[in-house]
């Protein structure tokens, strides 16, 4: 049986993208396969696609996503790499952090066309944002493969080279931003605020400013138009400042970008 896509691997972030996919193409023809088989029995019955196993995904779809962890990249491509190295007609997709298209590449033992993707989290609600690059995908391949991901979130397309860095960026960010709303949420706890009721006008409020910054971009104005001089926003400011919260928050990517080029090593 053909398959559009088949996923080897569908843990969180696997899993994420096989229900995302599952919104935009048949579910038919979308192949999984896991260690866990509890995992594919549920999107089994969740999103309809087809469990099989990782040699049958790798002989038979078009694009084939590897959605396993960076440190068993290696011995799970081994499994299946005669396969591939057969194939002419498929489109090798990888998500893992750390591994560039040449080391997949040299896993297979041979050239195929390779789509690198970073996706975060938040592709699990539609709103994730994916960085991906390319080596050697034609036109059509791409547009195939932006059209069965279209539920995910947005994409963008930047070089190899700079897709490690944005994904500190992209792919930690979510849980920089969750760490702001626990402090929120203590804060307001702090002045007497449910904790229930806190958490809700937290979420909103992070929800609503996300738009606006989408709306009107430049964070600094968006900041001033907030902030009535002698105002109470200011005085939050002033203590975000005084606490360095620029520098804190800036530190947290490139923390997270060093980490990712120590697992380069």
Same mark, same amino acid.
């Given at each position: 049986?053909?398959?559009?896509?088949?996923?080897?691997?569908?843990?969180?972030?696997?899993?994420?993208?096989?229900?995302?996919?599952?919104?935009?193409?048949?579910?038919?023809?979308?192949?999984?396969?896991?260690?866990?088989?509890?995992?594919?029995?549920?999107?089994?019955?969740?999103?309809?696609?087809?469990?099989?196993?990782?040699?049958?995904?790798?002989?038979?779809?078009?694009?084939?996503?590897?959605?396993?962890?960076?440190?068993?990249?290696?011995?799970?491509?081994?499994?299946?790499?005669?396969?591939?190295?057969?194939?002419?007609?498929?489109?090798?997709?990888?998500?893992?952090?750390?591994?560039?298209?040449?080391?997949?590449?040299?896993?297979?033992?041979?050239?195929?066309?390779?789509?690198?993707?970073?996706?975060?989290?938040?592709?699990?609600?539609?709103?994730?944002?994916?960085?991906?690059?390319?080596?050697?995908?034609?036109? &059509?391949?791409? #547009?195939?493969?932006?059209?069965?991901? %279209? @539920?995910?979130?947005?994409?963008?397309?930047? /070089?190899?080279? +700079? =897709?490690?860095?944005?994904?500190?960026?992209?792919?930690?960010?979510?849980?920089?931003?969750?760490?702001?709303?626990?402090?929120?949420?203590?804060?307001?706890?702090?002045?007497?605020?449910?904790?229930?009721?806190?958490? &809700?006008?937290? #979420?909103?409020?992070?929800?609503?400013? %996300? @738009?606006?910054?989408?709306?009107?971009?430049? /964070?600094?104005? +968006? =900041?001033?138009?907030?902030?009535?001089?002698?105002?109470?926003?200011?005085?939050?400011?002033?203590?975000?400042?005084?606490?360095?919260?620029?520098?804190?928050?800036?530190?947290?990517?490139?923390?997270?970008?060093?980490?990712?080029?120590?697992?380069?090593?």
């Amino acid at each position: 049986m053909k398959y559009t896509l088949g996923f080897i691997g569908c843990g969180n972030m696997g899993g994420a993208l096989v229900a995302a996919c599952a919104k935009s193409v048949d579910g038919k023809s979308i192949a999984v396969c896991d260690f866990d088989q509890s995992k594919v029995e549920k999107f089994e019955k969740e999103c309809g696609v087809v469990g099989t196993t990782a040699q049958d995904i790798a002989q038979n779809a078009q694009f084939i996503v590897l959605a396993v962890k960076p440190q068993v990249m290696q011995s799970a491509i081994a499994n299946f790499a005669d396969v591939l190295r057969e194939r002419k007609d498929c489109t090798v997709i990888t998500m893992a952090a750390g591994l560039s298209i040449d080391a997949i590449r040299s896993y297979i033992g041979a050239d195929l066309p390779v789509i690198r993707i970073m996706p975060n989290t938040p592709a699990m609600v539609g709103e994730g944002m994916i960085l991906y690059s390319l080596a050697d995908v034609d036109e &059509s391949a791409e #547009t195939a493969f932006l059209s069965a991901f %279209a @539920k995910a979130g947005k994409f963008d397309k930047i /070089p190899e080279s +700079l =897709i490690d860095a944005g994904s500190a960026l992209s792919g930690c960010g979510p849980a920089f931003v969750y760490a702001f709303a626990h402090a929120l949420v203590k804060g307001a706890v702090e002045c007497g605020v449910p904790e229930e009721k806190a958490f &809700s006008y937290a #979420t909103q409020t992070m929800i609503g400013a %996300a @738009k606006m910054l989408e709306t009107y971009g430049d /964070p600094q104005t +968006l =900041i001033k138009n907030v902030c009535s001089p002698g105002g109470t926003t200011i005085e939050g400011i002033k203590a975000l400042e005084s606490a360095e919260f620029d520098k804190i928050t800036s530190s947290a990517v490139t923390a997270a970008y060093k980490r990712t080029l120590e697992l380069k090593k």
